[in-house]
């Protein structure tokens, strides 16, 4: 029995990264032979053990052979006659081809050392083109290690990949699965940059691609094109440390774009509501978590009254923050708010950058949703115990008075605006 770590730890490793998780494959053991070490077997279609102290993975050496499309449809082969070579060839890319023994001795066939040292990702043979996860995996790496190109064989695979439609047969939730891994990544631009060249974009979310070669007003977005303003915007958003659904907002917050009416171009009037029903789609298709889904469709809906909170009046900001449920989930939309700043903030030009841009909007909302959540509303509905259908209003009354009072700069009638 020969025991290697594979995969990410090596990789890591040797591009001096902080390793959190160690994978081992096991060369020359059957399953009795890591039973009787006390390792607790887990895996469902091939054998991976627990080691019993550390709790990490030990896989057996494996072969595969692809047996239906998608990503399931493979069957494995498992043998003490498995050679490491063997085991490694059916990994995605060289990088993560790499075995190291127990006396740090590396065994690399496919030349990854060389192409961690080149930059290059690089698939390890014809077998990548079986499972069409490693396409969104590549994606997601591209996102990781920024400074890393692809290979011209490896981005021709993956097309062929994607016209035979390999990408068709991946299931929703494995589809979010990396999406949402590759959006926590440093450079989440990275990830959409390499699933629209090799097409993989235009078929798991269709509605993201369609904005690309979509102009904006060049007064405005300065970057013109909608698909390099998303580009700008999540990168905006990682740069900043926002958690996940502030990332899915920022993500699909302009989706409306791809769909007014061409003759109007550059202008998007009434973008917001037409993107709400899109985001709601792709949402549902991919199964996205609810916490993500809530925030992605309110920003979408609420961004370009957000944009315009400064000239909002009192009514018309405790309007919007009744439409987005502040009173009872006031860290929402702090995190909406969060969302509409890196949307400000991801705009760059020839000539200059927004990155740095205040954002006073932030803090105007932030501060009449301070102000109209200090009403007293028990207080009011008491007042009102003889005529309680008068409630609702008398507190929504009081609310504007109260953020027309902490924001002076601010009128208390209607301004119009939905």
Known sequence: MQIYVVGGAVRDRLLGL????????????????????????VGKDFPVFLHPKTQEEYALARTERKTAPGYKGFVFHTSPDVTLEEDLIRRDL??????????????????????????IFRHVSPAFEEDPVRILRLARFAARF??????????????????????????????????????????????????????????????LNALWGVPQPEKWHPEIDTGLHVLQVID?????????????????????????????????????????ALVEAVCQRLRVPTE????????TREHGNVGRALQLRANTMVKLLERCDAFRKPARFIQMLAAT???S????????????????QRAHLEQALAAARAVDAGAIARSCSEQPAQ?????????????AAALPSSQVGDDGIA
């Open 18 to 41: 902080d390793v959190q998780d160690h994978d081992h494959v096991v060369v020359g053991a059957t399953p009795e032979d890591m039973l009787a070490q006390g390792f607790r077997p």
């Open 94 to 119: 060289t990088i993560n081809a790499i075995a190291r023994a127990e006396d740090g001795t590396l065994t690399d066939p496919y030349g990854g050392v060389r192409d961690l040292e080149q930059r």
């Open 146 to 207: 920024a400074d890393f190109t692809i290979a011209p064989e490896t981005m021709e695979l993956m097309q062929q990949m994607v016209a035979k439609g390999e990408v068709d047969a991946l299931v929703p939730e494995r589809v979010w699965q990396e999406l949402s891994r590759g959006l926590m990544e440093a450079k989440p631009s990275r990830m959409l940059e390499v699933l629209r060249a090799c097409g993989a974009l235009a078929r798991i979310v269709p509605e």
């Open 236 to 276: 905006c958003a990682a740069e900043l440390g926002m958690e996940l659904p502030v990332r899915v907002a920022c993500l699909l917050h302009d989706l409306g774009k791809g769909v007014t009416p061409s003759a109007n171009w550059p202008a998007h009037h009434g973008h917001e509501e037409l993107g709400v």
């Open 292 to 299: 993500c889904r809530d925030l992605a469709v309110m920003t």
């Open 341 to 343: 700043e890196c949307d």
């Open 345 to 360: 903030r991801g705009r760059i030009g020839a000539q200059a950058s927004f990155r740095d841009t205040p954002f006073p």
């Open 391 to 403: 409630i609702p209003q008398r507190v929504h009354q009081a609310r504007v008075h109260a953020v």
